[in-house]
């Protein structure tokens, strides 16, 4: 049973690119989560997906992030011109969809460590 | 609106007893906690549901409640392996899936 896959691991990139990050769910789990995380901080949730749907985008999340899960499996997430304060690790989820929607556990992966230079 | 935990910080000797907290301002639908070692993705220890009863497993343990919306994480004869910091994710009922994390409480295990 694999478990949540990320990558890149790290991404290192200057101020003004646009990055691509890749997340493969747990492969029954239809549900996908994104949140961000900073030093210190609690993860912050940015958007989720009940198959290929995007259910919800946070209000704090600017218009040049973006995440696609088209056939409802993997899904990635685009950050457009990267600014300094985009430094933060990028983590996914995924779980089943319990009753009621919710009540299922979220299993994370390793996460996609973003640096702005 | 996030979840503040308490205490922020906790220093143990091997052996000692923990309690995190995790209190919200909203009703809840459930609690999920989870540990994170520094580096490492957040692993899940246990969730809560609204109506359902104290949960636990080895010598972790939580419990949850409604009416004043908060939780708790019982840590008992702690081991080494439970440093970590450690943070509660809370779910709305009338937005479920969707976790709102506390800013997280650091334990530190000490020989």
Not at chain 1, 60 to 64: F, I, Q, T, V
């Given at each position: 049973d694999t478990g949540v896959s990320q990558n890149p691991r790290h991404k290192i990139t200057k101020r003004g690119q646009n990055v691509t990050f890749r997340c493969d769910p747990i492969s029954e789990h239809n549900r996908l989560y994104w949140y961000r995380q900073t030093l210190g901080q609690g993860p912050e949730f940015l958007t989720y997906f009940q198959n290929e749907a995007q259910l919800e985008k946070s209000r704090?999340?600017?218009?040049?992030f973006s995440a696609e899960r088209p056939k409802g499996s993997f899904s990635t997430l685009e950050i457009q011109?990267?600014?300094?304060?985009?430094s933060a690790m990028y983590l996914c989820a995924s779980s089943l969809v319990g009753g009621q929607g919710g009540g299922q556990p979220q299993h994370f992966g390793d996460g996609t460590r973003l640096s702005i230079l | 609106q996030q979840p503040v935990q308490s205490p922020q910080a906790v220093i143990l000797r091997e052996g000692e007893d923990a309690v995190i907290n995790c209190s919200s301002s909203k009703a809840l639908y459930s609690v999920h906690w989870y540990r994170q070692k520094h580096g490492e993705a957040p692993v899940f220890l246990m969730i809560l549901l609204k109506g359902g009863e104290q949960k636990g497993h080895d010598k972790i343990s939580a419990s949850f409640n409604e009416k004043k919306q908060q939780s708790s994480l019982y840590l008992t004869?702690?081991?080494?392996?439970?440093s970590g910091t450690y943070f509660c994710g809370t779910e709305s009922p009338s937005n479920t899936g969707k976790l709102i994390f506390g800013q997280g409480t650091t334990l530190q295990v000490k020989p």
């Open positions: 704090l999340l600017s218009d040049r011109r990267t600014e300094q304060g985009d | 004869a702690s081991q080494l392996s439970y």
